[in-house]
T-cell receptor, first 114, second 110 residues
Framework: SAVISQKPSRDICQRGTSLTIQCQVD?????MFWYRQQPGQSLTLIAT?????????ESGFVIDKFPISRPNLTFSTLTVSNMSPEDSSIYLC???????????FGPGTRLTVT | DAKTTQPNSMESNEEEPVHLPCNHS???????IHWYRQLPSQGPEYVIH???SNVNNRMASLAIAEDRKSSTLILHRATLRDAAVYYC???????????FGQGTELSVKP
């Protein structure tokens, strides 16, 4: 198993600003992913964070809005840029030691944009 | 991406078995069937996964139809702590990506 922590756990931000969310894992992992969960909705995959290369974004998500870093096998950051109230969501990271099997999720970062 | 269909909500009584259905009629031969659940105010947690054969673990059982077009997650004795949204997800060789549907919200009555 893997233990994942996220910082901050929650934040309230003003529109037009940016927030960087950190995801730390207690062991080296191959796969790291970022998801968004809008109020009352299911999870939507934002991107796959690739170690040593650019993230792979899903349709509807772009690097300018959600830049991602993955400097090593235990850490990643997601930045939500130029925020608007529509960005108010829970942002979660997940890790998978081996592709198509069990994934572990962080507790999430609850973001409110005013 | 292969899609899944689940009922929006289900109710169960405490200490009774719960059968959560999932339809995946467009599943391909190499898609794995995963189940995750999300308790209130928490990130999703892995429950079980399988390919063709029925699977059991400490949390649940997964029954997979012979044609693989449907599956059922079985909680043998529901507890109040099992109240959550349960997601049925298909994935194969997508680099580990999980594409979540709307899931089934399970409520458990004492």
């Amino acid at each position: 198993s893997a233990v994942i922590s996220q910082k901050p756990s929650r934040d309230i931000c003003q529109r037009g600003t940016s927030l960087t969310i950190q995801c730390q894992v207690d062991s080296q992992v191959t796969m790291m992913f970022w998801y968004r969960q809008q109020p009352g909705q299911s999870l939507t995959l934002i991107a796959t964070a690739n170690q040593g290369s650019e993230a792979t974004y899903e349709s509807g998500f772009v690097i300018d809005k959600f830049p991602i870093s993955r400097p090593n096998l235990t850490f990643s950051t997601l930045t939500v840029s130029n925020m608007s109230p529509e960005d108010s969501s829970i942002y979660l990271c997940s890790v998978g030691p081996s592709g198509d099997y069990e994934q572990y999720f962080g507790p999430g970062t609850r973001l409110t944009v005013t | 991406d292969a899609k899944t269909t689940q009922p929006n909500s289900m109710e169960s009584n405490e200490e009774e078995p719960v059968h959560l259905p999932c339809n995946h009629s467009t599943i391909s031969g190499t898609d794995y069937i995963h189940w995750y659940r999300q308790l209130p105010s928490q990130g999703p947690e892995y429950v079980i996964h399988g390919l063709t054969s029925n699977v059991n673990n400490r949390m649940a059982s997964l029954a997979i139809a012979e044609d693989r077009k449907s599956s059922t997650l079985i909680l043998h004795r529901a507890t109040l702590r099992d109240a959550a949204v349960y997601y049925c997800i298909l994935s194969y060789n997508q680099g580990g990506k999980l594409i979540f549907g709307q899931g089934t919200e399970l409520s458990v009555k004492p």
